[in-house]
C-alpha cells in the first residue's frame, strides 16, 4: 500500500468522522429546541391558568379602557369556527374591551355577522352607531367587520379620488404633485366612507404572524401581537396580552407622508 492509499482512506475517515460529528450536532441541538419549546408550551399554559384562575395577582389591576379599539385578525380556515369566534367576543366583554374590528381574508366572519349578533345579545355593529360615541365604552359591544376586498376597495376609490382632484387643479394650470400628507389621503378615505377607527392593538389568530391584508392605513401606531391558533384559544392568553399592551408607552410622530401612484387608480 502506497502513501497515496493511504493518505486517500484518512481523508474519506475524516470525512466520515466529520459527517457523523455533525449530524450528532444535529439532532442535538434539535432535542435541545423541542425541549425549549415544550418547556415553553408548558410554561404558558400554566401561566394561562393561573391567569384565567385569578392566583397571578398583578392581573387583576388590568386597566381595559387603555384599549379604546381592538382589531382582530383570524385566519380564513380558522374563521368558520363561529364558536370559538363568539367565545373570544364574550371573553373580551367581561374584560371590558367594548369595541372590536374582526377581520379575515375572505370575508367568511362578515358572512357570519346575523349569526354572532344572535349569539351576543348587547352586540350591535359599528354602522348603527356613531363612531364618536363607539369609542366612549358604550354599555354595549360594537362590532365591525371587514375583509381583504375592503382594502382593496377603499384604496382604489381613495387613489382614484385624489387623482381626479389633482388633475383638476392640474388643469387650472396648478402643477401635478405625486407627494400628499397623510390628512389629505384619510380625507379621501373619509370621503369614500373607509376611514374607520385605528385600533390601539391588533390579535392575530393563526399559523401566520401577518395581519393578512388588514388595512394598513389604520394600522399607524398599532401594537400587533401574535396569539398562535385559534384552535388553541385561552381566556388567560386573552387577558396576558391586553394587560402588557397597557403596560406599554407608545411615542407618536408628527407626520408622515404617502406617495401616490395616479395610474394605479385608473386600472
Given at each position: 500500500?502506497?502513501?497515496?492509499?493511504?493518505?486517500?482512506?484518512?481523508?474519506?475517515?475524516?470525512?466520515?468522522?466529520?459527517?457523523?460529528?455533525?449530524?450528532?450536532?444535529?439532532?442535538?441541538?434539535?432535542?435541545?429546541?423541542?425541549?425549549?419549546?415544550?418547556?415553553?408550551?408548558?410554561?404558558?399554559?400554566?401561566?394561562?391558568?393561573?391567569?384565567?384562575?385569578?392566583?397571578?395577582?398583578?392581573?387583576?389591576?388590568?386597566?381595559?379602557?387603555?384599549?379604546?379599539?381592538?382589531?382582530?385578525?383570524?385566519?380564513?380556515?380558522?374563521?368558520?369556527?363561529?364558536?370559538?369566534?363568539?367565545?373570544?367576543?364574550?371573553?373580551?366583554?367581561?374584560?371590558?374591551?367594548?369595541?372590536?374590528?374582526?377581520?379575515?381574508m375572505n370575508g367568511v366572519?362578515?358572512?357570519?355577522?346575523?349569526?354572532?349578533?344572535?349569539?351576543?345579545?348587547?352586540?350591535?355593529?359599528?354602522e348603527e352607531v356613531n363612531?364618536?360615541?363607539?369609542?366612549?365604552?358604550?354599555?354595549?359591544?360594537?362590532?365591525?367587520?371587514?375583509?381583504?376586498?375592503?382594502?382593496?376597495?377603499?384604496?382604489?376609490?381613495?387613489?382614484?379620488?385624489?387623482?381626479?382632484?389633482?388633475?383638476?387643479?392640474?388643469?387650472?394650470?396648478?402643477?401635478?404633485?405625486?407627494?400628499?400628507?397623510?390628512?389629505?389621503?384619510?380625507?379621501?378615505?373619509?370621503?369614500?366612507?373607509?376611514?374607520?377607527p385605528e385600533p390601539d392593538?391588533?390579535?392575530?389568530?393563526?399559523?401566520?404572524?401577518?395581519?393578512?391584508?388588514?388595512?394598513?392605513?389604520?394600522?399607524?401606531?398599532?401594537?400587533?401581537?401574535?396569539?398562535?391558533?385559534?384552535?388553541?384559544?385561552?381566556?388567560?392568553?386573552?387577558?396576558?396580552?391586553?394587560?402588557?399592551?397597557?403596560?406599554?408607552?407608545?411615542?407618536?410622530?408628527?407626520?408622515?407622508?404617502?406617495?401616490?401612484?395616479?395610474?394605479?387608480?385608473?386600472?
Open positions: 500500500m502506497d502513501f497515496r492509499d493511504l493518505a486517500h482512506k484518512f481523508s474519506r475517515c475524516i470525512v466520515t468522522i466529520g459527517n457523523l460529528g455533525l449530524q450528532l450536532l444535529w439532532y442535538f441541538l434539535r432535542i435541545i429546541l423541542s425541549a425549549w419549546y415544550f418547556i415553553s408550551v408548558v410554561g404558558n399554559l400554566f401561566e394561562s391558568y393561573f391567569i384565567s384562575c385569578g392566583v397571578l395577582k398583578k392581573y387583576k389591576s388590568l386597566h381595559s379602557g387603555k384599549v379604546r379599539y381592538l382589531a382582530i385578525v383570524i385566519e380564513s380556515e380558522e374563521a368558520y369556527q363561529i364558536s370559538r369566534v363568539v367565545k373570544l367576543l364574550q371573553w373580551l366583554d367581561i374584560i371590558g374591551v367594548k369595541n372590536v374590528c374582526l377581520y379575515d366572519l362578515k358572512k357570519s355577522k346575523e349569526t354572532i349578533f344572535k349569539e351576543l345579545k348587547n352586540a350591535k355593529s359599528i363612531e364618536v360615541v363607539a369609542l366612549h365604552d358604550p354599555d354595549h359591544m360594537t362590532l365591525e367587520f371587514l375583509s381583504y376586498a375592503d382594502g382593496k376597495e377603499a384604496v382604489a376609490k381613495a387613489a382614484n379620488l385624489i387623482f381626479v382632484e389633482h388633475l383638476k387643479r392640474h388643469k387650472l394650470g396648478g402643477e401635478l404633485d405625486l407627494i400628499l400628507l397623510e390628512p389629505q389621503l384619510n380625507e379621501a378615505l373619509q370621503i369614500v366612507g373607509s376611514k374607520g392593538l391588533l390579535l392575530v389568530y393563526g399559523p401566520v404572524r401577518s395581519h393578512l391584508g388588514f388595512p394598513a392605513w389604520r394600522l399607524r401606531y398599532t401594537e400587533i401581537i401574535h396569539m398562535g391558533s385559534l384552535n388553541f384559544l385561552r381566556y388567560g392568553s386573552l387577558m396576558k396580552a391586553i394587560y402588557n399592551f397597557t403596560k406599554v408607552h407608545q411615542n407618536y410622530g408628527k407626520y408622515s407622508l404617502y406617495r401616490v401612484i395616479y395610474w394605479s387608480a385608473m386600472v
